[in-house]
T-cell receptor
């Protein structure tokens, strides 16, 4: 079926505004990750959902960042009171098993620009 | 802190040259190891993976990687690169010690000159 879908593909927002980024994983995939990719910074882990387990939020950089996954499928990453340093490409990925046993399928990302 | 390290940030080489990209990790215990590639304008995709068994793993497009447990390394190699191998390469490690989440290295940008 379709791959991981992220929306919007591009988002420009003013500093201080809230943004919501959406991820539709591959149907049936139980593991879902959010990463942030900044120029020269590689992939920074943000949050990991696995089935019905409590999410691993250890990568969220501040309490302005939050994410939820409704019904074990669609996930939304919310950034409140955006700052210029939040500008990056936000990547979502999913896998069919626990992340360690199955490769990740990545979406094309949402490029966030905070002005 | 536990991490994944890629030694080179940028590599420039000519076609037909050999490529080796270093990757080291600091997690103990059971690990699963991956290399992902991101071609210009495309999303990340899996190049190869190691879970267990033969420590020399062969992937797509002529790439291979060797897991050396004693050195906590998983270096990527290709004997003869092509211009189309220009991309960014990411090593990634999943470790039970890290809660089973996949942690990426900082990436290595490879430019192959025709």
């Amino acid at each position: 079926g379709a791959g991981v879908s992220q929306s919007p593909s591009n988002k420009v927002t003013e500093k201080g505004k809230d943004v919501e980024l959406r991820c539709d994983p591959i149907s049936g995939h139980t593991a879902l990750y959010w990463y942030r990719q900044s120029l020269g910074q590689g992939l920074e882990f943000l949050i990991y959902f696995q089935g019905n387990s409590a999410p691993d939020k250890s990568g969220l950089p501040s309490d302005r960042f939050s994410a939820e996954r409704t019904g074990g499928s669609v996930s939304t990453l919310t950034i409140q009171r955006t700052q210029q340093e939040d500008s990056a490409v936000y990547l979502c990925a999913s896998s069919s098993l626990q992340g360690g046993d199955s490769p990740l399928h990545f979406g094309n990302g949402t490029r966030l620009t905070v002005t | 802190a536990q991490s994944v390290s890629q030694h080179n940030h940028h590599v420039i080489l000519s076609e037909a040259a050999s490529l080796e990209l270093g990757c080291n990790y600091s997690y103990g215990g059971t690990v699963n190891l991956f290399w992902y590639v991101q071609y210009p304008g495309q999303h990340l995709q899996l190049l190869l993976k190691y879970f267990s068994g033969d420590p020399l793993v062969k992937g797509i497009k002529g790439f291979e990687a060797e897991f050396i447990k004693s050195k906590f390394s998983f270096n990527l190699r290709k004997p003869s690169v092509q211009w189309s191998d220009t991309a960014e390469y990411f090593c990634a490690v999943n470790a039970r010690a890290a809660g089973n989440k996949l942690t990426f290295g900082g990436g290595t940008r490879v430019l192959v000159k025709p």
